[in-house]
């Protein structure tokens, strides 16, 4: 067996979780590659909803182990009270859930740098939770791994070596008060005594696991457009949530993928600061906002609405390799009579050729729109691609003929039901 590649293939917030699920019942490991507790995958089964944020929501079902890829940063915080939630609702994690021993840990230190830079005057839109900070100190070869949990005295004297340049920065350029060495060091010593049972080789596990012909289903976070080089940098993430950051974060070669699966939103939404040509500012963008519930999972923060780049979609395509798509969301559009679709921009009159790298260039360009019908049926009981309306295929037909796609999963709903196979 070989490895399949699941990326969000715009902003973010494509509903990746709830696919991943659907997806799960197929796949005996998912694994989670980059990103940290800065995403949010929600996952509604029954009258039920979870929110998960480091664990891949594979989790949700009973015969499917989890990874915590080398690529993901962990918030041990926030990674023991998601496995307490689960826990609590019955889901059993233990046996089921491993971590990478490479895995880099965000510190206290990430947090409050974190919080205070976007305090600033050049904000980005970061959820504040100390992800950017951690992969600059990973980058820097100044992180702190969970492998370094291992030996408390070399742990004291790596965490006592970035405190003593972390509070320089804290007292002499934010003017705030220091951190303290042995509270920490007592603290990640018993998160290791909690994770200790979860730590794996993840390279060595997942590479044998394919060996004995186990199927895996890679997860990213966020999405193309945030990826660190491939989107609308410096309004991106810190890592890559391009199918590339799938082999770095996990250790599983390229030669042993074999698909990549797009996520993407039957229309566009951005949280956080940034180019957004399709953007709505408008009545239109506010209902499209209500009716999709577009609110962020981990911040609550009303994500921006606007209608389905198909430009866009066509170079997430490109730099990701996808050979299939799930729409999702595709019920909210129900009602609109008329819903435009960008097939490209145009940039002091003339029209572009390919996807612009500079965000100067991104907020100046205009979109160019085909105005298609909209329908009024309600969508989100039909079972299968022949019960949708005739319009409804029309819209599904053009976005994929224009962004170069091959629709295989359609949802029409936040439930496991509300999804059917074309």
């Known amino acids: 067996m070989s490895a399949t590649v699941l990326v969000g293939s715009q902003w973010g917030d494509e509903g990746k979780g709830k ?11 998912v694994a989670r590659y980059q990103g940290g507790a800065n995403a949010g995958h929600t996952v509604i089964i029954g009258d039920k909803q979870h929110i998960l944020h480091l664990i891949p929501s594979g989790i949700l079902r009973d015969d499917v182990i989890c990874v915590i890829g080398n690529g993901v940063v ?6 023991l009270e998601e496995i307490e939630i689960l826990e609590k609702n019955g889901i059993n994690v233990e046996g089921r859930l491993y ?11 990430h947090k409050l740098l974190d919080s205070i830079s976007e305090s600033g005057e050049q904000k980005i839109g970061t959820t504040g939770r100390g992800i950017g900070p951690c992969y600059i100190d990973k980058f820097a070869r100044k992180g702190i791994r969970i492998v370094d949990l291992l030996d408390r005295a070399e742990l004291e004297k790596k965490i006592r070596a970035n405190l003593k340049e972390k509070n ?3 007292k002499k350029v934010y003017e705030h008060e220091g951190l303290d060495v042995d509270s920490i060091v007592k603290d990640y010593l018993e998160f290791d005594k909690a994770i200790d049972k979860y730590i794996k080789d993840v390279p060595a596990f997942l590479n044998q696991a394919l060996n004995e012909g186990k199927s895996i289903l890679l997860e990213g976070a966020q999405g193309t457009l945030l990826d660190i080089d491939h989107g609308t940098y410096p309004f991106v993430t810190s890592s890559s949530p391009t199918s590339g950051g799938a082999c770095t974060g996990t250790g599983i070669p390229p030669t042993k993928i074999d698909s990549v699966i797009g996520i993407v939103k039957a229309y566009t939404t951005r949280v956080g600061n940034g180019p957004f040509p399709t953007e709505l500012l408008n009545e ?4 499209l906002r209500k009716i999709g519930a577009e609110f962020g999972a981990t911040t609550g923060r009303p994500r921006r609405c606007g ?3 198909a430009f866009l979609v066509a170079y997430s395509q490109m730099v990701n390799g996808i050979t299939s798509v799930a729409i999702t969301k595709l019920d909210v559009l129900s009602g609109f009579e008329k819903i435009n679709v960008c ?32 329908w009024d049926e309600d969508i989100s009981n039909c079972l299968s691609y022949d019960e949708l309306p005739a319009k409804t295929k029309e819209y599904l037909e053009f976005i994929a003929k224009h962004s170069g796609i091959k629709i295989d999963i359609i949802s029409v709903g ?8 074309v």
């Not at 921009?345 to 572009?352: A, P, T, V």
Request: negative net charge.
């Open 19 to 29: 696919i991943v699920d659907i997806l799960s019942e197929k796949y005996k490991i």
């Open 74 to 79: 962990i918030d041990p915080s926030a990674l």
């Open 99 to 109: 971590i990478s021993h490479n895995a880099h840990l965000i510190m206290p230190y």
């Open 168 to 170: 320089e920065l804290l």
């Open 284 to 287: 239109e963008g506010e209902k």
């Open 307 to 309: 209608w389905y780049d």
């Open 343 to 374: 097939i490209g921009y145009e940039l002091n009159g003339k029209r572009l050729k390919s996807y612009p790298s500079s965000v100067d260039q991104l907020s100046s360009v205009t979109p160019i729109y085909e105005e298609l019908d909209g």
């Open 414 to 421: 936040p439930k496991r039901k509300q999804t059917f196979f």
